[in-house]
């Protein structure tokens, strides 16, 4: 069972940086794909970054491509994204989630976090 936890969202302004992390209480942390979705106000939820279960092969959305990192801790249980740079269109809740295999879908997911609300000023 994986139990993914959210942190780190604030207010920050445009420019700035913040750092959100998405822990796992469960013990299977290691054996899924972990990705972050972000979710604006009434738009669909979409795909941001993803990394694999060894920490490689990290892939971005365009959107975020040289401003954002995502790395991952296994030995903590925690994926942590670093974003810079950042721009009032990244203002959403952002989610983290887990699937057993490398996918940008939401809809193939099977364990999501409440989410962390990101709000980036003008």
């Known amino acids: 069972q994986v139990q993914l936890v959210e942190s780190g969202g604030g207010l920050v302004q445009a420019g700035g940086s913040l750092r959100l992390s998405c822990t796992d209480s469960?013990?299977?942390?290691?054996?899924?794909?972990i990705s972050w979705f972000r979710q604006a106000p009434g738009k669909n939820r979409e795909f941001v970054a993803t990394i694999a279960k060894t920490g490689d092969s990290p892939v971005y959305a365009n959107s975020v491509k040289g401003r954002f990192t995502i790395s991952r801790d296994n030995a903590e249980s925690t994926v942590y994204l670093q974003m810079n740079r950042l721009k009032p269109e990244d203002t959403a809740v952002y989610y983290c989630a887990a699937a057993s295999f490398i996918t940008t879908g939401p809809n193939l997911y099977d364990y999501w976090g409440q989410g962390t609300q990101v709000t980036v000023s003008s």
């Open positions: 469960g013990r299977s942390f290691g054996t899924y794909y």
